[in-house]
């Protein structure tokens, strides 16, 4: 019941059949739907009006719309930009834009889109004016003032002097520092690359930009998504809707099970069946990684090689003492001794069979020797 578009295919319909009455009842059918954000459907009725019946009762839509409190600023730039293309009347437009900018101060997107008609229309003065305006008030966030002080430079670089370019490129430099888009020692060179691009022309390589660290702020709006579009998106998907339309969040595409993959390290010197994936191995875990690579190669050690079974099997043999006994501050203390002493070796039967043995043959040769 709430597509916007099977309601404005079905307007356009019944225009190219000249009812017009049945389209007014249309678009009147689609602003009377509650929890709809009504702004798209007035700028297209806007135009249908405008195509049909003249600028007058598209203005008689646009009095309406400014009277909806659920109306956003696109209804102001729609009828403002139709007056100025349509009627040829600047004044009018300018006068919606400024209505516009009463009640959307703290709206980025509607500032620059009255920015970009007052260049079209070669009014500098005015156009200082509101940047001025705009940039010195608390109306607007410094994160989403980013884009319009990008406008300010790229307005001074084309029509103003050397002064006012470096005059506006301090003032922007406070912000993009406060925001947190440039740090550094590299910092004012990043700031000297925005006043020397052109569009998408850059007057450095991008490894080098990247070795400065430099952070394009310009690249969400060469993409159409100003900071404040993107906050309204954001706000937008709160309700999973925006101007009636689903918004897809990018959140919720799908993803691989990270907790199901299999750990992989690429290896030159691969043998089939060495592991499940080829062309590589099983990683050691990151604290054996680490030791591993401040260890020297295999190919140093020369000897002496210890039997590792052997080994194991003596400390497995080995009881310490239940209470830990006192060494002393001497490192070389002769209490070491006495350690050495209380540790018990467990061996086997025959090992104590021979130990016996020996034992009593030298007794027996000691004996013999004495007599």
């Given at each position: 019941k709430s597509c916007m578009l099977l309601y404005f295919s079905h307007a356009d319909f019944e225009e190219q059949n000249m009812k017009?009455?049945?389209v007014h009842s249309i678009y009147e059918k689609l602003l009377g739907i509650e929890g709809l954000d009504p702004t798209l459907c007035y700028v297209q009725y806007l135009k249908f009006c405008?195509?049909?019946e003249g600028i007058k009762s598209a203005r008689v839509v646009f009095k309406k719309a400014r009277?909806?409190?659920?109306?956003?600023?696109?209804?102001?730039?729609?009828?403002?930009?139709?007056?100025?293309y349509c009627s040829k009347d600047k004044s009018v437009a300018f006068k919606i834009f400024e209505l516009g900018l009463k009640k959307f101060s703290n709206s980025a997107e509607f500032i620059l889109a009255y920015l970009d008609y007052l260049s079209h229309l070669n009014e500098d003065n005015?156009?200082?004016?509101?940047?001025?305006r705009v940039l010195t008030g608390n109306s607007i966030k410094q994160e989403e003032s980013v884009d319009i002080w990008n406008k300010f430079l790229e307005f001074e670089s084309n029509i103003g002097d050397l002064a006012s370019v470096i005059k506006v490129e301090k003032r922007r430099a406070t912000i993009m520092e406060e925001v947190g888009l440039t740090s550094g020692d590299d910092k004012t060179t990043c700031q000297?690359?925005?006043?020397?691009?052109?569009?998408?022309?850059?007057?450095?390589?991008?490894?080098?930009?990247k070795?400065?660290?430099?952070?394009?702020?310009?690249?969400?709006?060469?993409?159409?998504?100003?900071?404040?579009?993107?906050?309204?998106i954001n706000q937008s998907k709160l309700a999973g809707k925006m101007n009636g339309a689903t918004v897809v969040e990018v959140d919720n595409t799908a993803k691989p099970d990270f907790s199901q993959?299999?750990?992989?390290?690429?290896?030159?010197?691969?043998?089939?069946?060495?592991?499940?994936?080829?062309?590589?191995?099983?990683?050691?875990?990151?604290?054996?990684?680490?030791?591993?690579?401040?260890?020297?190669?295999?190919?140093?050690?020369?000897?002496?090689?210890?039997?590792?079974?052997?080994?194991?099997?003596?400390?497995?043999?080995?009881?310490?003492?239940?209470?830990a006994m006192s060494v002393g501050s001497e490192p070389n203390s002769i209490?070491?001794?006495?350690?050495?002493?209380?540790?018990?070796?467990?061996?086997?039967a025959e090992d104590s069979r021979k130990r016996k043995s020996m034992g009593r043959g030298d007794d027996s040769d000691e004996d013999s020797n004495v007599s």
């Open positions: 017009y009455d049945k405008r195509r049909a009277e909806d409190p659920r109306s956003n600023f696109h209804v102001y730039v729609a009828a403002a930009l139709m007056e100025y005015n156009t200082r004016v509101l940047f001025e000297v690359i925005d006043r020397y691009r052109f569009m998408t022309l850059l007057p450095l390589g991008e490894q080098e930009l070795s400065i660290g430099y952070h394009d702020s310009y690249r969400k709006e060469q993409a159409g998504l100003g900071a404040a579009h993107v906050s309204s993959m299999v750990p992989f390290k690429p290896k030159v010197n691969w043998r089939p069946g060495e592991f499940m994936v080829p062309g590589g191995s099983f990683p050691l875990p990151p604290s054996a990684a680490e030791l591993a690579t401040v260890l020297p190669p295999p190919n140093c050690f020369k000897g002496p090689f210890v039997n590792v079974d052997k080994l194991c099997e003596i400390f497995d043999k080995i009881r310490l003492p239940d209470t209490k070491l001794f006495d350690i050495a002493k209380s540790v018990q070796w467990i061996v086997g």
